[in-house]
């Protein structure tokens, strides 16, 4: 996986196939083949099995084509993914915006983590650089206009979208290893605790190590295990949009300037 997202493609094709400016035509019987037709099949397989099934050969299997047929219309493996990427960016809703910047950056970051929630392959599929789509085009412009003419620079919107985007990957990417745990293990997350909390009395104490206890115990009576994704989720996203308010509240002040 690591590899096909370092494949060096070419810019003009990588661009002509997210972009749908120039796709060779279908030719034979049966269902046409398009590059949508070949990312869709791709975007089953993902939320199915993970990347780690995903193959030119297994899409190619699975619409019932030759594989050199696929490649035709997507030249490589890291092409697809990008296109996959973009596709599945579609999906995050984009209603008219709620009152003010906070509201829509909540509404930024749920919609978001509802997307890593339906497609977890992505958290290995993006990396530092954007896919140049439509759809992540048009995704970033709405985005972005959740604290557009609040008195950030350009430069501080998208650094705050940055950050909110940036918690909701890091929560989303601890949910799935919390899901991959517990499918891998067998055991449930209280399962887990469970099985393990009458042997680690024999070596802690309430004295020994007490706010840990405390605490500790606190949040697993409230949880049910010692780590929940969902309030982990929001419990972040509130402090992060607390941090943004201080930024925000300061440039409101400096435009008004200082009280007669």
């Known amino acids: 996986m690591p590899g096909d997202r370092r494949t060096v493609v070419d810019p003009a094709r990588s661009l002509a196939i997210l972009w749908r400016t120039r796709e060779p035509v279908s030719r034979g019987g049966g269902p046409a083949l398009s590059v949508d037709r070949i990312v869709r099949q791709g975007i089953k397989i993902a939320d199915a099995e993970g990347l780690g099934a ?42 008219a915006e709620p009152t003010g910047w906070r509201a829509r950056l909540e509404q930024v970051a749920r919609e978001n983590w509802a997307l890593y929630r339906r497609h977890p392959w992505l958290l290995q599929a ?37 950050l909110v985007l940036g918690h909701v990957k890091s929560a989303a990417r601890a949910a799935w290893d919390q899901v991959n745990l517990e499918r891998d293990t067998g055991l449930t997350e209280g399962q887990w605790w469970q099985s393990h909390a009458p042997y680690l009395k024999r070596y802690v104490g309430d004295d020994t190590y007490p706010t840990a206890t405390r605490v500790g115990t606190a949040a697993g009576q409230a949880h049910g295990a010692a780590y929940h994704p969902e309030h982990a989720f929001e419990f972040g996203l509130q402090r992060v949009l607390d941090g943004i308010a201080v930024v925000v509240e300061t440039r409101t002040t400096d435009t008004a300037g200082p009280a007669s």
Do not use: C, I
């Not at 050969?57 to 296109?83: F, N, Q, W």
């Not at 970033?140 to 950030?152: I, M, N, Q, S, T």
């Open 126 to 162: 993006e990396t530092s650089r954007p896919v140049l789509g439509p759809n992540l085009m048009a995704k970033y412009d709405y985005e972005l206009r959740a604290v557009d003419g609040v008195g950030l620079t350009d430069l501080e919107m998208d650094s705050v979208l940055t």
């Open 54 to 95: 995903l193959t030119m050969r297994r899409v190619s299997d699975a619409l019932a084509v030759g594989t050199m047929s696929v490649y035709t219309y997507v030249p490589g493996k890291a092409e697809l993914l990008d296109v996959m990427v973009d596709t599945v960016y579609a999906e995050t809703a984009r209603p």
